[in-house]
């Protein structure tokens, strides 16, 4: 057989790729949706954190209710690069939590600025809810909270969440109640951290 260039070898005579690149370890190819991209360290981690806007006072009691966080003020610079740019770990309109694959895992921080009370609520209890419905039926999280302080003041209360198919079709929306009397929350916010990723 002749020498033949490999630059000149066509199909079906091709048997090795050609201008092959190769990258630094821990490094993958990052399409960016044009035709081109960039090798870079694909990170699956990330970070977003959610302040309601304009809501305005949240008033609790032995009923559970929903948490409403509008999303107005956003820091999503640091989201996982799987929906930077995209989407969003919180949804503002539905206020659930709004994951991005089966078998993720997130620790979730949620801040309450309680600014008043009524009657002598001593324990709050937190609810993580995938139901999708107005109340919660589905609670795959509960947390309590005890209430020792007076207001105004601002509780953080963090916990880890993982993400089932029922989790994925609904999200997962936060409810809250006191023991007793009422409280009162103002401008709420959420901090969303991806630990994991269920589909890499």
Avoid at 66 to 94: C, E, F, H, M
Avoid at 126 to 149: Q, W, Y
Wanted: glycine content about 10%; proline content about 6%.
């Amino acid at each position: 057989m002749a020498n033949i260039e490999h630059v000149n070898i066509t199909d079906p005579n091709i048997h090795e790729p050609k201008g092959v690149a190769a990258a630094s370890v821990g490094q993958v190819y990052v399409a960016d949706g044009s035709g081109s991209g960039d090798w870079s360290t694909y990170n699956w981690h990330g970070w977003a954190d959610y302040a309601d806007g304009a809501t305005g006072n949240q008033v609790f009691n032995q009923t559970a209710a929903k948490i409403q966080i509008d999303s107005g003020t956003v820091v999503g610079t640091y989201l996982p690069l799987a929906i930077r740019g995209t989407g969003n770990l919180w949804n503002g309109t539905s206020d659930k939590i709004t994951p991005i694959a089966l078998g993720d895992a997130y620790m979730v921080r949620l801040t309450l600025p309680f600014t008043a009370e009524s009657g002598t609520p001593t324990l709050l209890t937190l609810k993580v809810d995938v139901s999708g419905t107005t109340a919660p039926s589905n609670v795959v999280n509960e947390i309590d909270i005890p209430f020792t302080k007076t207001p105004s003041f601002n509780h953080d209360v963090s916990f880890p969440i993982y993400i089932t198919q029922t989790f994925m079709t609904n999200g997962g929306q936060l409810f809250l109640t006191c023991d007793a009397g009422t409280v009162t929350v103002n401008s709420p916010s959420i901090f969303i951290t991806r630990l994991s990723a269920g589909n890499l």
